[in-house]
């Protein structure tokens, strides 16, 4: 693998996680299921 993909994979993964965190703090903070309607 070269290094651009590897950079690509590392960022795409991060802003994957992220929106998983935000996904999982708007649940909690809201505390019903429609939080992924923001994201």
Avoid: D, G, K, T
């Avoid at 965190?21 to 939080?35: C, D, E, G, V």
């Amino acid at each position: 693998m070269n290094p651009p993909l590897i950079a690509i994979a590392l960022l795409s993964a991060a802003a994957i996680a992220y929106e998983v965190l935000l996904l999982r703090l708007f649940s909690i903070i809201q505390w019903h299921h429609f939080a992924y309607m923001i994201i």
